[in-house]
């Protein structure tokens, strides 16, 4: 199985601030999306991340809010620019393992608090 | 376009009951189907994984069944715990991921 890191765990950030966050999965993998999950709610997908080129992001989402990278296959980064209370959330990372049972795994997300 | 939808979206149980989870989807072309469990403001941790050729996984005091043809899944939990208090999702895969809405679990002590 993957073991996902995501980092930082928490943060409280200033309105208009951007943040990035990092995930970091211990092994192959093929997929790597990135979710948003607010209060009391099911996660939204935000965008799957490739490997080398432009994400694909998921309605309601766009590039310069969410810009996205993947440099190689184990590790990819999610800015939240320009940040607003709305943006407040948990944002978690995962991936789809690289063996045929197409196993999905989750880090253990980034909670978001905007002032 | 997938909908997956779990009932009941809420429960609570005294310790030591027997319960089952369900989660139905509408379109039976999946790869695989796959229960989670979150504590509340963490990540998703990984239950069961039920590929579209099997029909059951058992884990210890779970057990995930999985009927495509009539396009529902069970989680079934034996002997719960005040341990195992936390919202379990189900999330089905085919040409992309369809999440449940989540059944959020309360054991009593």
């Known amino acids: 199985s993957a073991v996902i890191s995501q980092k930082p765990s928490r943060d409280i950030c200033q309105r208009g601030t951007s943040l990035t966050i990092q995930c970091q999965v211990d092994?192959?993998?093929?997929?790597m999306f990135w979710y948003r999950q607010q209060p009391g709610q099911s996660l939204t997908l935000i965008a799957t991340?490739?490997?080398?080129?432009?994400?694909?992001?998921e309605s309601g989402f766009v590039i310069d809010k969410f810009p996205i990278s993947r440099p190689n296959l184990t590790f990819s980064t999610l800015t939240v620019s320009n940040m607003s209370p709305e943006d407040s959330s948990i944002y978690l990372c995962?991936?789809?393992?690289?063996?045929?049972?197409?196993?999905?795994?989750f880090g253990e997300g980034s909670r978001l608090t905007v002032l | 376009k997938q909908e997956v939808t779990q009932i009941p979206a809420a429960l609570s149980v005294p310790e030591g009951e027997n319960l089952v989870l369900n989660c139905s989807f509408t379109?039976?072309?999946?790869?695989?189907l796959q229960w989670f469990r979150q504590d509340p403001g963490k990540g998703l941790t990984s239950l069961l994984l039920?590929?579209?050729?099997?029909r059951e996984q058992t884990s210890g005091r779970l057990n995930a069944s999985l009927d495509k043809s009539s396009g529902r899944s069970t989680l079934y939990i034996a002997a719960s715990q005040p341990g195992d208090s936390a919202t379990y999702l189900c999330?089905?895969?085919?040409?992309?991921?369809?999440f449940g809405g989540g059944t959020r679990l309360m054991v009593k002590p």
């Open positions: 995962s991936a789809i393992g690289a063996d045929f049972s197409r196993e999905l795994f």
């Open positions: 092994s192959q993998v093929t997929m």
């Open positions: 991340a490739n490997q080398g080129s432009e994400a694909t992001y």
């Open positions: 379109d039976s072309a999946i790869y695989n």
């Open positions: 039920i590929q579209s050729s099997q």
């Open positions: 999330a089905s895969q085919g040409n992309m991921l369809t």
